[in-house]
């Protein structure tokens, strides 16, 4: 197995096709079909189901895309490692809560970009469990995670800011009139949830469980801009950050509904391993963080 073989079963896999693989890298399709070939007779095991001109994984291909992506990133933190250059270069993976990679972060990201153009970023959204594995399985290099304070023995945290958690309502929401809101006012109306592993969401029902609230009725949706467009609709309330509605809020589209207890406290924080590698290209943006914030 080399790693050249790996990288052209990544692209075949990635592109679904041999053909396309073959043009993205500059091989002839019958060498990338032969090098897929090789790695199948080594391990004995079918990597793609062929049917007429669709391929897809079968299992163990999914096993090995999966392992043959994280040897091909740690060849290539190897390779940076032994050069002499200090300029940053390559790929950066970087893991980011929706909320944060919408609304708070694109400018940052953007100043990076400008500043080191031969640097790849490559933006995965997920939640805080996503990106605790992601980094120890070295899928991602850093995170920008939106949670309570972080506590992890493996993970090395710098707090950024904090973010305040409101509970929003359109401009006609009935609860308005009050002035404020505690939690058991939520128990008459209709709440909208974030996605399951959502930080926030998890924050929230611990505390309706603790205080036995249960909301009239309730929707999910992995998308804040779907929730902010059923919280303008009137079809429900919602806990999201503040940055999330700014905008809303200052149309007067959207009311803060003033939830007066308890303290929702989240924190915009940036993560990695402790064991990882500060490379010149992940310092940069270390550093280019410790300035922004």
Not at 97 to 105: A, M, P, Q, R
Not at 245 to 267: H, T
Request: aromatic share 10%; glycine share 4%; charged share 25%.
């Amino acid at each position: 197995m080399e790693l050249r073989q790996l990288k052209i079963f990544v692209t075949v896999a990635e592109e679904k096709s041999f053909t396309r693989a073959a043009q993205k890298m500059g091989y002839a399709q019958s060498n990338v079909s032969a090098q897929v070939r090789l790695l199948e007779e080594e391990f004995d095991i079918r990597l793609f189901e062929r049917l007429g001109k669709k391929i897809d994984l079968t299992p163990e291909g999914e096993k090995l895309l999966y392992h043959a992506k994280r040897l091909l990133r740690n060849a290539a933190e190897v390779q940076e490692a032994m050069t002499c250059s200090t300029e940053p270069n390559g790929i950066l993976n970087i893991g980011i809560s929706e909320s944060l990679c919408i609304f708070k972060l694109p400018a940052l990201l953007k100043e990076y970009s400008r500043l080191y153009p031969q640097v790849q970023l490559v933006i995965r959204q997920g939640t805080p469990l996503d990106f605790a594995r992601w980094l120890r399985e070295n899928i991602i290099d850093v995170a920008f995670s939106l949670d309570q304070v972080i506590n992890d023995d493996d993970l090395v945290t710098k707090i950024l800011c904090e973010e305040p958690m409101i509970i929003v309502g359109n401009n006609e929401h009935p609860l308005i009139s009050k002035g404020y809101i505690e939690l058991k006012d939520i128990g008459q109306e209709s709440f909208i949830y974030t996605e399951r592993n959502c930080s926030y969401r998890s924050v929230i029902e611990n505390y309706f469980a603790d205080s036995n609230i249960k909301p009239g009725s309730s929707y999910e949706f992995d998308s804040i801009e779907a929730i902010k467009q059923f919280v303008l609709s009137g079809l429900g309330i919602a806990l999201l950050p503040y940055a999330a509605v700014e905008k809303e809020l200052s149309a007067g589209n959207m009311v803060d509904l003033n939830l007066i207890e308890p303290k929702i406290e989240m924190y915009t924080q940036i993560i990695y391993h402790k064991n990882k590698w500060l490379s010149p290209t992940l310092l940069s943006l270390l550093d280019l963080v410790n300035e922004y914030f």
